[in-house]
């Protein structure tokens, strides 16, 4: 295992450390509130953080890399959402420490480099958690060197064909460069960071 990647493999640890109480603190009364993930709900976005997260967890836990399935469609949250995540979390560490990184991760038939997945979920699930726990106002405060990595990764990958009105990621918002790390990535993958739910 690489530095880089073993420093990413901590930074998510920590990213998924505090996502754990977020997704375990969201009340039924807040599952239909809109979130700054333009179409999803509070319930959709939960559904769609665990779900990928398990699906994550389970491809890098495979020898081969391949991931039980391609969507999170189906996917039922738990009742314990909280303990869903430290498992996940746990799983992909110790995956990651056993050299899953130097195979693909296989989504269905397509697949890509261990190493740039498991920076694309870090991005992910900095950017998704902010938006669940901003959505219900909990407080997010991932380390800022997740970060910062991720601002150096997240460019490479906002190609024309995912970032603009109607694709995966909105259009960039304009965030001053002296902004914290997290408010310039947000901004970045589309997100206002002075977004509020009212």
């Keep these: 295992m690489t530095a880089t990647t073993e420093q990413t493999t901590d930074l ?12 375990g603190s969201v009340t039924d009364d807040q599952l239909h509130d809109p ?6 709900d509070v319930a959709q976005l939960r559904q769609h953080v665990l779900g990928w997260l398990t ?8 020898p081969a890399g391949q991931a039980p399935r391609a969507s999170s469609d189906g996917y039922q949250v738990p ?35 261990g190493d740039m997945a498991l920076s694309m979920i870090l991005w992910e699930y900095q950017v998704h958690g902010w938006d669940l726990a ?4 909990q407080p997010w405060s991932p380390p800022p060197a997740a970060a ?45 960071p002075a977004w509020t739910a009212s």
């Design 79 to 113: 009742a314990d959402p909280a303990a869903e995540v430290r498992g996940a979390a746990s799983t992909i560490t110790e995956a990651i420490r056993a050299g899953a990184a130097g195979r693909p991760l296989r989504l269905g038939d397509s697949g890509m480099p």
């Design 12 to 23: 998510l640890a920590e990213v998924l450390t505090e996502l754990a109480p977020v997704v």
């Design 134 to 137: 901003r959505a219900t106002g």
């Design 148 to 192: 910062e990595q991720s601002l150096a990764f997240a460019p490479g990958m906002l190609t024309a064909d995912y970032q603009g009105d109607g694709k995966a990621f909105g259009p960039r918002v304009p965030v001053p460069d002296a902004a914290p790390p997290l408010d310039r990535l947000l901004g970045l993958s589309g997100r206002d």
């Design 35 to 40: 979130t700054p993930c333009t179409g999803y």
């Design 55 to 62: 699906i994550f967890a389970a491809g890098f836990a495979d």
